[in-house]
């Protein structure tokens, strides 16, 4: 077990890659705060299911990234379980699609909003955690898009690129803490969020210039946050590891 006895915060976790990091943590031994804007019956039969199977803990958290207040709640609901939080996976987002032209500058705040600044500041707060423990690994999840751009994507790509640079900037601020920070840029991956938002026509065109000539599965993408997630990947910060198939 990669994570045997760690701590993991986990957001965006009920559906997707982060439903799947919830899973491929779980099975390797972490115990997990997962972090989620609407928790139904299912998601707590889900997760009831995965502490039986593996014998962690699970804790479900209301985060909405996009009320301050609810994000600074979520932070102190999650220091006052557990003080020593050794992971925290950034996972969480909404897409938007639109010609540079067609997004409104309501659209482009709230893209930022959420997929950046609220995702800074839950950051700042589990950090905290991590410095006095000196030691700990956060991963953002960026996009393959952060860094070839697509069309109609100008403020979700422009946010997901200001990821990867304050993960850049991040790391070397808290390198001497023993703290990671790395970045995951996974190309087209099976999830809800791509097929109501991609079309069917990219989809096809994009595979058939993909290496692997696929679309990636959330557990491949799973796979990458655990290894860089555990101390396999200990010699490991400032990074943007992209899990695209060969885009």
Request: hydrophobic residues 40%.
């Amino acid at each position: 077990m990669l994570l045997k006895n760690k701590n993991a915060v986990v957001t965006g976790c009920n559906r997707g890659i982060g439903k799947e990091i919830l899973e491929t943590f779980s099975s390797n031994g972490a115990n997990i705060f997962a972090c989620v804007r609407n928790s139904d019956n299912n998601f707590i039969n889900f997760t009831k299911e995965l502490e039986k199977k593996f014998n962690n803990k699970i804790f479900i958290v209301d985060l909405d990234l996009s009320d301050t207040e609810n994000i600074k709640n979520a932070a102190n609901e999650i220091l006052s379980k557990e003080k020593s939080i050794d992971i925290l996976i950034n996972n969480a987002g909404i897409i938007h699609t639109a010609l540079f032209q067609m997004t409104s500058e309501v659209k482009l705040k709230e893209i930022f909003d959420i997929n950046f600044f609220s995702q800074t500041v839950f950051t700042q707060y589990i950090l905290k955690s991590m410095i006095r423990k000196r030691t700990g690994s956060i991963l953002y999840i960026s996009s393959s898009s952060a860094i070839d751009s697509n069309k109609g994507r100008s403020a979700y790509s422009s946010a997901k690129a200001a990821l990867i640079t304050q993960a850049k900037t991040l790391s070397k601020e808290v390198g001497p803490y023993n703290i990671r920070i790395n970045v995951i840029a996974p190309g087209l991956t099976d999830t809800d969020m791509m097929n109501q938002n991609t079309d069917k026509k990219i989809i096809e065109q994009v595979t058939s210039e993909i290496s692997l000539k696929r679309i990636g599965l959330p557990n491949e993408i799973a796979k990458a946050a655990l290894f860089l997630s555990s101390d396999y990947s200990s010699y490991i910060t400032g990074q943007v590891l992209r899990v695209d198939g060969g885009m």
